[in-house]
């Protein structure tokens, strides 16, 4: 008899039709030009692409404005006049997302720094001569 399945698995338990295997997997959303980890942590710590474009939108209007470009866009009137938190304005936004995502780069370097850093030391415990010969292929 053959190992393929009969005509009654059809109808036993646990029932596996065509296809039914795990159907999620990670799709990414383009080539990304940088590293991988960094772009991917930025856009969940910091904010999505088109987050980051709209405060760089932003911000390039805002310089447009100032420098007589463009007219001034209407005020728009406040809902809440008791709201005493001023909002960022669009140059402000502009260098708060650049901070963030230097913070997330940041973050990201010391990680791998002291992941090699353990590793290194991992090898010289392990093989002294081998953790020579790769420190000085780093050496200038």
Same mark, same amino acid.
């Given at each position: 008899?053959?190992?393929?399945?009969? $005509?009654?698995? $059809? !109808?036993?338990?646990? !029932?596996?039709?065509?296809?039914?295997?795990? @159907?999620?997997?990670?799709?990414?959303?383009?080539?990304?030009?940088? @590293? =991988? +980890?960094?772009?991917?942590?930025?856009?969940?710590?910091?904010?999505? !692409?088109?987050?980051?474009?709209?405060?760089?939108?932003?911000?390039?209007?805002?310089?447009? @404005?100032?420098?007589?470009?463009?007219?001034? +866009?209407?005020?728009?009137?406040?809902? *809440?006049?008791? *709201?005493?938190?001023?909002?960022?304005? =669009?140059?402000?936004?502009?260098?708060?997302?650049?901070?963030?995502?230097?913070?997330?780069? *940041?973050?990201?370097?010391?990680?791998?720094?002291?992941?090699?850093?353990?590793?290194?030391?991992?090898?010289? %415990? @392990? *093989?002294?001569?081998?953790?020579?010969?790769?420190?000085?292929? !780093? %050496?200038?």
């Amino acid at each position: 008899m053959s190992g393929s399945p009969t $005509w009654n698995s $059809w !109808f036993s338990f646990p !029932f596996f039709a065509p296809l039914s295997g795990a @159907v999620n997997q990670d799709i990414e959303t383009g080539p990304y030009q940088g @590293v =991988p +980890e960094i772009e991917i942590a930025i856009i969940r710590e910091v904010g999505s !692409f088109g987050k980051q474009l709209g405060i760089i939108s932003e911000a390039v209007r805002d310089l447009a @404005v100032k420098m007589g470009e463009l007219p001034p +866009e209407p005020a728009e009137p406040s809902a *809440d006049a008791a *709201d005493t938190a001023r909002a960022m304005t =669009p140059l402000e936004s502009l260098d708060d997302l650049i901070q963030r995502v230097k913070r997330v780069k *940041d973050t990201y370097a010391a990680a791998v720094e002291r992941d090699a850093t353990q590793a290194l030391e991992r090898l010289h %415990r @392990v *093989d002294r001569d081998a953790a020579r010969k790769l420190t000085a292929r !780093f %050496r200038p």
